[in-house]
């Protein structure tokens, strides 16, 4: 096909799956009316949120017997058909895993209304949780997994996939033991598994693959020692401007992949200790990371679970980063003050900075420039998406391809490069954490948390940020949000003015910028300090804590500040 | 063909190394080859389907290490070649030295390190043991600064 061809046809490509997409489907089939007599009902648990596929069957009186019975949708909700003949009593049982089984009898007036006909909607009915086996072993294989995870024990995704695999096993073998073993179905555990989130990442990663080897970041690199005409301190500053940039558009471990090695070339340039650039950059890669919604896994997390649009994260965490980036900026001055100082005549070789000028070349000129229409035309479909209710994984998914048609890379190195193992860690993660969430655990974690706080928005603010930044600088930040989630949508949902979505914004500052607070707090902080080792220039878990922590402090404040300045 | 072999790595403490290698080639005027190799093994745990992502740009970040070592030689009237491998540390270096026929190796001291390094102090007698054998060069540790 003529290259001239691709772009239209790509685009092309690009519009036309949107407005399929757009295209309401699901009105396009009407539904014929129920005229059935119904008993109507809502099952929640007792943090009111809906308990879905719990078993609701009618009974005549006490008989074990069931006259009908039906699932309760993922609403909660329920409808059950009566039979032809009306008994004079009636009871409707509801059972479910891991809940204490309720039995609702109808009294006098319902059963008046339903002999004369009438429809009737019973009140909610409400699930106290039970505690069984399954319930600690299931909390014990995550706390297993996240153990292996933080030691380093096993890579992330095979610990994943081992804790995957014993909540299936404990589910399937351990069941015909006792009935207490059982956790959940293969089915029940892929209604735990975010597909948005699985496809976000994947259209993303396709999309970074072609940028990433156009040249552009040791060309901006290079644009950041040339703006800054030999002042260090002036060079730090727009290193991280770019490492920000780049991460809040693309992930932060590709970026400081990317930015790290020439960082160092650079500072070897310069005759200064690379430390000096890399730790700036990669925590301005933590902080600037969530300004949007795909600049970092656990932002898509979030978006996902929380139904944040592209826009939300832009409107109401941005200005938060940019705060949080300013004190980062002053902070990173003062503390490598002695090396940024440094007179720029002392250590320059002509030799290397000719070097770098020769490969700070764009090597892919028409790939960046396609790159970057079709990164334009994403960036509209993330923002003007959310009207048409075009989900991000869509967009992210729609650009990949059309981009993959328009410059027709080779499609197995295309396909290579895509993290596969990152897309199966999230599977396993997403099954590990709806196990504890479909025992209880969650519930449990979320109601002690919901009795700390109370209704005080104020130090539900206060508590979710700290938390999680200070937790971030332990566990492997994406496991705990994926965890948290929940935790954080029951308190949402009970705490007066929370529907704000502030505590998702909470989860999010902490979650990304707590990484800055140890070396294994985020993993762009392990793949810098493993190039800058590879280089002579060890980081190691003291050096990073004493430079990241304070810096992990003034951060979360200032996004807390304006957190709480935006929304209470 | 004969000559020095000098692995790097880089930064500080590659200093006591360069020096040495440098003042050894000016004693037996035997020709210097500085290696570093490019090792990605430290993303299996993070990022390990990236490597192919910064192998180029990993062998450049090395081309600067042999380079710094190499104006360093220059100054003191040794010309050294540059060598960058890619692939295990111990066996790219076995190999270069079979391939220039080497009469010394020159490393630096083993510093003990919790991480699975090459040069752990057990690791690196084994290992100076294992190049000695193999190739005859002479293993030359240098002295830290």
Wanted: contains cysteine.
């Amino acid at each position: 096909m003529p290259d001239s061809l691709r772009f239209p046809l790509s685009i092309t490509l690009l519009v036309v799956i949107g407005l399929l997409l757009a295209v309401p489907w699901h009105n396009a089939r009407g539904q014929a009316p129920e005229t059935t007599l119904l008993i109507t009902g809502a099952v929640y648990d007792s943090q009111d949120q809906p308990v879905a596929d719990a078993l609701v069957s009618l009974h005549e009186a006490n008989n074990d017997e069931a006259l009908t019975e039906t699932l309760t949708q993922p609403n909660g909700r329920y409808s059950l058909t009566l039979p032809e003949t009306i008994p004079n009593q009636l009871t409707v049982w509801v059972e479910r895993e891991h809940f204490q089984p309720e039995i609702v009898r109808l009294d006098t007036d319902a059963m008046q209304s339903l002999h004369a006909g009438q429809p009737i909607v019973l009140p909610v009915t409400i699930l106290q949780r039970q505690i069984t086996a399954s319930f600690w072993i299931a909390t014990l294989i995550f706390i297993g997994m996240l153990a292996l995870i933080a030691f380093g024990k096993l890579h992330n995704t095979l610990a994943a996939l081992l804790g995957m695999s014993a909540v299936f096993a404990v589910s399937y073998l351990g069941r015909p033991l006792s009935e207490e073993l059982f956790i959940f179905t293969f089915r029940g555990a892929l209604h735990y598994v975010d597909w948005n989130v699985i496809f976000l990442i994947m259209g993303m990663m396709i999309v970074i693959a072609v940028v990433e080897r156009t040249g552009v970041f040791q060309w901006l690199a290079f644009a950041a020692y040339r703006l800054s005409k030999g002042r260090i301190w002036l060079l730090v500053i727009i290193l991280m401007a770019v490492t920000g940039v780049a991460s809040a558009a693309l992930d932060n471990v590709t970026t400081m992949l990317l930015m790290t090695p020439i960082t160092v070339q650079i500072a070897l340039a310069l005759g200064i200790n690379p430390l000096a650039l890399l730790i700036p950059e990669v925590m301005a890669s933590n902080v600037a990371g969530i300004s949007t919604l795909i600049g970092t896994p656990t932002n898509i997390l979030i978006g996902s679970y929380a139904g944040l649009s592209f826009n939300d994260f832009l409107t109401n965490l941005t200005p938060g980063v940019l705060l949080a980036m300013l004190g980062l900026i002053l902070y990173t001055q003062f503390v490598y003050r002695q090396e940024l100082r440094a007179n720029k005549a002392n250590g320059v070789s002509a030799l290397m900075v000719e070097k770098l000028a020769e490969r700070a070349q764009i090597t892919e000129p028409d790939h960046l420039k396609k790159a970057g229409i079709i990164g334009a035309f994403m960036l509209i479909l993330f923002v003007a998406g959310e009207a048409i209710h075009l989900v991000p994984a869509v967009t992210a998914i729609m650009g990949a391809t059309a981009l993959l048609v328009w410059i027709r890379p080779d499609i197995e190195e295309m396909i290579e490069a895509v993290d596969w193992t990152t897309l199966v860690f999230f599977i396993g993660l997403f099954v590990v954490v709806g196990a504890v969430q479909e025992v209880g655990l969650i519930s449990i974690i979320a109601d002690g948390i919901g009795n700390l706080v109370g209704s005080n928005l104020l130090l539900a603010v206060l508590v979710v940020t700290w938390f999680s930044a200070l937790l971030s600088t332990v566990i492997a930040n994406i496991p705990f949000t994926a965890a948290m989630l929940p935790v954080v949508g029951y308190l949402t949902a009970t705490i007066p003015g929370a529907q704000s979505n502030v505590l998702f914004y909470c989860l999010s500052v902490g979650s990304a910028m707590g990484g800055n607070g140890s070396l294994i707090g985020a993993s762009a902080n392990m793949v810098t300090a493993g190039i800058a080792e590879r280089a002579g220039y060890a980081i190691s878990y003291a050096y990073f804590f004493k430079k990241g922590f304070p810096a992990l402090l003034i951060t979360v404040s200032l996004a807390t500040l304006w957190l709480i300045f935006h929304f209470l | 063909m004969s000559g020095i072999v000098c692995a790097l790595r880089g930064g500080p403490a590659s200093q006591p190394t360069i020096n040495r290698a440098v003042s050894l080639a000016k004693e037996t005027a035997l020709p210097l080859f500085f290696l570093y190799v490019v090792n990605l093994e430290f993303l299996d745990r993070t990022a390990s389907s990236r490597t192919h992502t910064i192998s180029k740009e990993m062998a450049q970040m090395g081309e600067f290490i042999l380079l710094t070592a190499q104006t360093k030689a220059e100054a003191q009237g040794i010309t050294a070649q540059g060598i960058i491998r890619h692939g295990n540390v111990t066996e790219e270096i076995t190999a270069l030295c079979h391939e220039v026929g080497a009469d010394y190796l020159v490393m630096g001291q083993p510093q003990i390190q919790k991480d699975d390094n090459v040069f752990t102090a057990v690791l690196h007698q084994a290992f100076v043991a294992q190049i000695e054998a193999q190739t005859g060069a002479k293993v030359v540790l240098a002295e830290e600064a």
